[in-house]
T-cell receptor, first 111, second 116 residues
């Protein structure tokens, strides 16, 4: 099965960019990388997803390396409300409906 | 309002007493899934369902059962709960199983289960 590796925790100053890395070296060529976040113990919320090219939406940017073995989620101007656990997610095995969340990165935005 | 509703939100039970956690979605989604979340382990998939009467095991199915008799409901059944099933449980749904993790994926608010 595919696997993701993320740092356990990170701090970021309010107003600065938060860069959250993820290693997914076992991902197959046609599988997306997804990012979700979880605030406190609420249900996870979608942030962004991508395949090969960099992606940007109103919440964040996603930078995927050319070899697709890693990616970085960028929150351009972090606010206190961005304090959460961020999950990098991939499909367990190509062609299945099983997804691997991993343990996530606990981001703390500091005032 | 589009939503996934889980009940109960909190439950304390005793070892061996059968229980059911309900999950209902109002979006006519085909794909539904159950996860458990434990400290240090993140979210792990228990079971998922592609459509009515179609279910399959996730990563940690032992000790759990599910059923999908109608599209909107996907209950999680613990026939004989044990303390190691104490966890935070999430139900999720999506209209497209291949696009499960994109903007169409909705998660419930969670059920915190304690088995003593």
């Amino acid at each position: 099965d595919a696997k993701t590796t993320q740092p356990t925790s990170m701090d970021c100053a309010e107003g600065r960019a938060a860069n959250l890395p993820c290693n997914h070296s076992t991902i197959s060529g046609n599988e997306y990388v997804y990012w979700y976040r979880q605030i406190h113990s609420q249900g996870p919320q979608y942030i962004i997803h991508g395949l090969k090219n960099n992606e940007t939406n109103e919440m964040a940017s996603l930078i995927i390396t050319e070899d697709r073995k890693s990616s970085t989620l960028i929150l351009p101007h972090a606010t206190l409300r961005d304090t959460a656990v961020y999950y990098c997610i991939v499909r367990a095995t190509s062609g299945t409906y099983k997804y691997i969340f991993g343990t996530g990165t606990r981001l703390k935005v500091l005032a | 309002e589009a939503q996934v509703t889980q009940n109960p939100r909190y439950l304390i039970t005793v070892t061996g007493k059968k229980l059911t956690v309900t999950c209902s979605q109002n979006m006519n989604h085909e794909y539904m899934s159950w996860y458990r979340q434990d400290p240090g382990l993140g979210l792990r998939q228990i079971y998922y369902s592609m459509n009515v009467e179609v279910t399959d095991k996730g990563d940690v199915p032992e000790g759990y059962k599910v059923s999908r008799k109608e599209k909107r409901n996907f209950p999680l059944i613990l026939e004989s709960p044990s303390p190691n099933q104490t966890s935070l449980y999430f139900c999720a749904s999506s209209s497209d199983p291949w696009a499960f993790m994109n903007t169409e994926a909705f998660f419930g608010q969670g059920t915190r289960l304690t088995v003593v």
